[in-house]
């Protein structure tokens, strides 16, 4: 009797470990099998972002959502190449490069219509020194304004995000500049910055 009497604490000791160990492998394995649905190929880690393309969370199919995640994605590329834009003649050039940033290939399309949101081309390598104000630049937007609202939203260069009717759109996109070409470049995209 007195033997069971000393092992008791190191059984009761050693069940409450077990019990921890166990919690600790079961949360382990949840956030493992959940961050491998969320992207299709697992959870990676890339430069500044996260960067496996896969499913789009369903919080992010709606258009304001899906900008916003593209505006951060920019901002965090500005980050690591000096302030200098990237190639956005096309949305696929644009995608290729902000891809490691997103995560997922999704967040490029609008929800609504499955096409790729516009990017405003003429931005393509500028430097954001020479913008005098990111707040007022449309960088990425809706190609159509939605059913029902008759409302486009449209990301900044600054990084904030807005739904616009059709007057202010007007206004916005010949302001910053959408439709129009980029300036003739024989600017490469630069090394990140240390």
């Not at 000393?6 to 000791?13: F, K, Q, Y």
């Not at 079961?26 to 649905?37: D, I, K, N, P, V």
């Not at 500005?78 to 995560?103: F, G, H, I, K, Q």
């Not at 609504?112 to 005098?132: E, H, K, Q, V, W």
Request: charged share 15%; with cysteine.
């Amino acid at each position: 009797m007195r033997g069971l009497r000393e092992l008791l604490p190191l059984i009761i000791v050693t069940v409450i470990v077990a019990v921890i160990l166990l919690s600790w492998l079961r949360t382990g394995a949840q956030f493992l099998a959940r961050s491998s649905s969320a992207s299709g190929s697992g959870f990676v880690m890339g430069g500044s972002g996260v960067g496996a393309p896969g499913a789009v969370p369903a919080a992010m199919n709606t258009p304001n959502a899906r900008l916003k995640q593209l505006a951060i994605a920019l901002q965090m590329y500005l980050a690591d190449y000096n302030n200098t834009l990237p190639p956005m003649n096309s949305p696929v050039d644009c995608e290729l490069v902000l891809l490691p940033y997103v995560l997922a290939r999704d967040y490029f399309r609008d929800p609504a219509t499955g096409d790729y949101f516009g990017i405003n081309a003429s931005l393509s390598f500028r430097s954001m020194n020479a913008i005098p104000n990111p707040a007022d630049i449309v960088v990425f937007y809706q190609q159509k304004p939605g059913h029902g609202t008759k409302k486009r939203w449209v990301a900044f260069l600054d990084g904030h995000v807005k739904a616009v009717d059709e007057q202010a759109w007007q206004r916005l996109s010949k302001a910053s500049g959408v439709g129009k070409k980029p300036a003739a470049s024989n600017a490469k995209r630069k090394t990140k910055s240390p």
